[in-house]
T-cell receptor
């Protein structure tokens, strides 16, 4: 158990709908990352937050948005869903730059993922 | 841009055999970090190891060992005396430091599916 929690575990919805995926980082971790794993794209980085602020963006669609709340949990919102959005969505967390050492060395620990199926 | 290549899509071995998973990376950064993650059939991603670019020392952890060679841009993973429980997809990943000081995104390879049979 990595200590990162994600809910729900499974989500089935229809095209055009909107869903929210939730992530709680490990205790003490300030950074949250979202990744998408699909058969055709593999594991792709979507977005990163650090202590409530957006820090980096990957190939995240405009229909997708995220935020990190004061209690450090994060939500990924997916709207106007399409069949191609069906994927496994992972959240990861890491301590952040205050961990010391070289920036970027802190390890990302992944949650169990949310499997989204769009019908 | 960073790139990670795992040329082996799938490997099948019989239990107790040794197996090496290959990983080749590309980056122009002189400081970077390499990782291996395991994704068992249950689906979660499990961290196995992190290696910094300035530390080429190989590492052994039980039946697992990692061979980092900057000269060939490779970070290979060997499982000795494989077991059925080792069956999983294994991902190699790369990150480089961000200017903001926070850990950067992971760039993943396409993964190698390891099947260990009795």
């Amino acid at each position: 158990d990595s200590g990162v929690t994600q809910t729900p575990k499974h989500l089935i919805t229809a095209t055009g709908q909107r869903v929210t995926l939730r992530c709680s980082p490990r205790s003490g971790d300030l950074s949250v990352y979202w990744y998408q794993q699909s058969l055709d794209q593999g594991l792709q980085f979507l977005i990163q937050y650090y202590n409530g602020e957006e820090r980096a963006k990957g190939n995240i669609l405009e229909r997708f948005s995220a935020q990190q709340f004061p209690d450090l949990h994060s939500e990924l919102n997916l709207s106007s869903l399409e069949l191609g959005d069906s994927a496994l969505y992972f959240c990861a967390s890491s301590v952040g730059p205050l961990a010391g050492g070289h920036p970027g060395t802190d390890t990302q620990y992944f949650g169990p993922g949310t499997r989204l199926t769009v019908l | 841009a960073q790139k990670v290549t795992q040329a082996q899509t799938e490997i099948s071995v019989v239990e107790k055999e040794d197996v090496t998973l290959d990983c080749v990376y590309e980056t122009r950064d002189t400081t970077y970090y390499l990782f291996w993650y395991k994704q068992p059939p249950s689906g979660e991603l499990v961290f196995l190891i992190r290696r910094n670019s300035f530390d080429e020392q190989n590492e052994i952890s039980g039946r697992y060992s990692w061979n980092f060679q900057k000269s060939t841009s490779s970070f290979n993973f060997t499982i000795t005396a494989s077991q059925v429980v080792d069956s999983a997809v294994y991902f190699c990943a790369l990150s480089v430091p961000q200017d903001t000081g926070t850990a950067s995104k992971l760039t993943f390879g396409t993964g190698t599916r390891l099947q260990v049979t009795l």
